[in-house]
């Protein structure tokens, strides 16, 4: 068995490479006699903004309304939180600061150095680089963020909202609170700096708060208090429509390496799909093919295409289609190698595996699409994370490497 993986959307050769050699060592140790290769296509057929991205409009002023919360389930409101928190790193810190003048607990005696300032201290004395062996530093560099954490410990620092908070911080409980929504503000800074090049899990990141927590005096066993209460409600409220046009700009911007891939794919997609044709077939034997995102889209149509003309192409046995689009291409009759309306794949197309994260927007189910077809599986997963970096967290999630070991077991 030989396993051929083609990358998704935004993907250039940095970026491959770091994420072939990952994918690589966790399928090779599922299956150490299987041959594991890759087909890197970002450079030449993928897309670039060739007048510097003058089309995006800016960002709009509008504010969300609020909806009812009763229905939204508990990842839901957290992947809400964290997107606020990406998009605002030191929101909770304000709403913690407003909080805590609001209420006489909040206040220390006249002359006492209030339980803040040693949290502030604290802060001020991380190190900027941590130290290989550290367990902060080995999770900046595991999942991207050694780059952009200097920067965000900095920000953080030098925030009026953490100097207001803590100096509002008067008793010791609200001390813990305070260290807990630093470290929060903090880890979330370098997420967005980070953005789509962020490589992290949502275990990774409340790992980081964890740890940051209690290096800043707080207990990394309890969560955020009240502040977290009403950043989740904001959050609610706040990441609906209106607050998206709030932040089209920067979320156009971060998004235009994936959607311009796509639409170039779209126009021009036939050389790709030759490409990955020789790189399919230059080795005999049977295959399981993976595609990330557009790399599933082109997959899928590449199979359809050669099975509908009754020349199948040879040697794959599974798709394995990671957070891709291509079930929604195919319901808008955008995906040229099926026709629009059809309900099952041609003969001579493999058994599909499709695998999703209700967070990724850029992923999509495929059963219900092709309800007729029973080679067709959907297979859900969490990461924890928003988007976008739900889009990026597949190759770090257990759940996904068992599920294409299952699926090449039934092959047997």
């Known amino acids: 068995m030989r396993f051929l993986f083609v990358h998704g959307t935004g993907v250039r050769r940095e970026r491959h490479d770091q994420l072939f050699a990952r994918i690589s060592g966790r399928l090779?140790?599922?299956?150490?006699?299987?041959?594991?290769?890759?087909?890197?296509?970002?450079?030449?057929?993928?897309?670039?903004?060739?007048?510097?991205?003058?089309?995006?409009?800016?960002?709009?002023?509008?504010?969300?309304?609020?909806?009812?919360?009763?229905?939204?389930?508990?990842?839901?409101?957290?992947?809400?939180?964290?997107?606020?928190?990406?998009?605002?790193?030191?929101?909770?810190?304000?709403?913690?600061?407003?909080?805590?003048?609001?209420?006489?607990?909040?206040?220390?005696?006249?002359?006492?150095?209030?339980?803040?300032?040693?949290?502030?201290?604290?802060?001020?004395?991380?190190?900027?680089d941590p130290a290989e062996g550290d367990e902060l530093g080995d999770l900046l560099r595991a999942t991207?963020?050694?780059?952009?954490?200097?920067?965000?410990?900095?920000?953080?620092s030098a925030s009026t909202?953490?100097?207001?908070?803590?100096?509002?911080?008067?008793?010791?409980?609200?001390?813990?609170?305070?260290?807990?929504?630093?470290?929060?503000?903090?880890?979330?800074?370098?997420?967005?700096?980070?953005?789509?090049?962020?490589?992290?899990?949502?275990?990774?990141?409340?790992?980081?708060?964890?740890?940051?927590?209690?290096?800043?005096g707080g207990d990394a066993r309890v969560p955020g208090g009240r502040a977290a209460a009403v950043l989740t409600k904001l959050a609610m409220r706040a990441t609906t429509q209106p607050a998206l046009n709030l932040w089209r700009g920067r979320l156009t911007e971060s998004a235009t390496p994936a959607l311009g891939d796509i639409l170039r794919y779209q126009a021009r997609g036939e050389a790709l799909?030759?490409?990955?044709?020789?790189?399919?077939?230059?080795?005999?034997?049977?295959?399981?093919?993976?595609?990330?995102s557009l790399g599933g889209v082109a997959l899928v149509d590449l199979l359809a295409q050669s099975a509908a003309r009754g020349e199948p192409v040879a040697g794959p046995r599974l798709l394995v289609t990671v957070g891709s689009q291509a079930p929604f291409l195919h319901e808008l009759g955008a995906l040229s190698g099926l026709p629009p309306g059809v309900a099952r794949l041609p003969e001579g197309f493999p058994r599909w595996l499709n695998i999703y994260d209700r967070q990724d927007l850029l992923s999509f189910v495929a059963e219900p699409v092709f309800r007729d077809d029973p080679r067709v599986t959907d297979h859900e997963v969490s990461s924890r994370q928003p988007f976008p970096p739900s889009h990026s967290a597949y190759w770090k999630i257990d759940a996904v490497y068992d599920r294409i070991a299952g699926a090449v077991e039934e092959l047997v």
Do not use: N
């Open 161 to 216: 909202e953490a100097a207001r908070a803590g100096a509002r911080a008067g008793q010791e409980p609200a001390a813990r609170e305070l260290a807990v929504a630093v470290a929060r503000a903090l880890v979330a800074a370098a997420l967005a700096a980070a953005d789509i090049d962020a490589d992290c899990t949502g275990a990774e990141r409340d790992r980081m708060v964890a740890v940051l927590t209690a290096r800043l």
């Open 28 to 128: 090779t140790e599922r299956f150490p006699k299987a041959a594991v290769s890759s087909c890197f296509w970002g450079e030449e057929f993928g897309a670039a903004l060739s007048m510097g991205g003058r089309s995006i409009p800016g960002r709009s002023g509008t504010r969300g309304a609020g909806d009812e919360l009763s229905a939204v389930s508990p990842p839901d409101r957290e992947a809400a939180e964290w997107a606020l928190l990406l998009a605002d790193p030191c929101c909770e810190l304000r709403v913690l600061a407003y909080l805590e003048a609001d209420t006489k607990a909040g206040f220390s005696m006249p002359g006492v150095r209030p339980a803040g300032a040693e949290v502030l201290d604290l802060l001020g004395k991380l190190p900027s």
């Open 273 to 292: 799909r030759e490409h990955l044709r020789g790189r399919i077939t230059e080795d005999e034997g049977p295959s399981v093919l993976i595609g990330h």
């Open 144 to 156: 991207g963020l050694e780059p952009y954490y200097a920067e965000a410990l900095a920000a953080i």
